[in-house]
């Protein structure tokens, strides 16, 4: 499949066929240099929105709204459009590190599962109408269903003392087969992910390691034939300690 950079961002932006999107995540879950341009992406989307979404949502000045000329509405969007390709050339990229990060992979295939969380958790944690695949409603089906597609039991770690609530999960494709994901959020609207997958055939045992994908701090570990990552846009000791918590739980 050609993943092209039109193609990357139709998926970045929602635009392709529940088909079509489908295969994308297929081949992006063994093409590490599309992975990246689509964090690159995202995390270009994300600042967009977030530096230029209050302007957008400006109220005109009266004097405007009692006579606009059409040519107004037309410069004020190529304005934009210009200050946001400008943002998006000068910003970090997702997979660089952010000072003082320590990256310290056991392989390029354990380096390769927080970079595939991260992707998860961007594209959708920013959904808002339809950021899980079954809500939380129906938890026991959903561990049910995902723990048949992953071959093994899967546990839901509760972190509501963390102040964060299920909202619910997804199937994704990975490298290995079936890859699960459940999400969480908090009273202020932040949101984890924790995405566990099959391991990779020439991943090691891993220890507790962090991994700084853009904005997203993600912390991952292997634990037998199962890699497990938490993701989050929220302080590393925090991170850190709600990821304890959830290994805890995973290992009685």
Known sequence: MNLDDDLLQAFVDGMLGESERASVE?????????????????????????????VLLEPLPARLQMR????????????????GVAIGLAAPRPWQAAPGTELVPSSLAAAALPARAARAHLVYAAEVRHPVEVDASQQEHLVGWLSKRLGTKLKVPVLSPEGFELLGG??????????????YQDGGGK?????????????????????????????YWIDGNWGYALSGEIDRPALSRISTNVYRQLNP
């Open 68 to 83: 606009r000329p059409r040519w107004i509405g037309f410069a004020r969007a190529a304005g934009v459009l210009a200050v």
């Open 26 to 54: 297929a081949a992006l879950a063994h093409d590490a240099d599309a992975n990246r341009r689509v964090l690159r992406l995202v995390e270009q989307r994300r600042l967009l929105h977030e530096r230029f979404d209050p």
């Open 170 to 183: 997804r199937l994704l494709p990975g490298p290995e087969g079936p890859v699960a994901q459940f999400m």
């Open 191 to 219: 949101r984890l992910t924790l995405y566990v997958s099959a391991r990779a055939r020439d991943e090691g045992q891993t220890a507790f390691r962090v991994s700084q994908e853009g904005a997203v701090s993600v912390f």
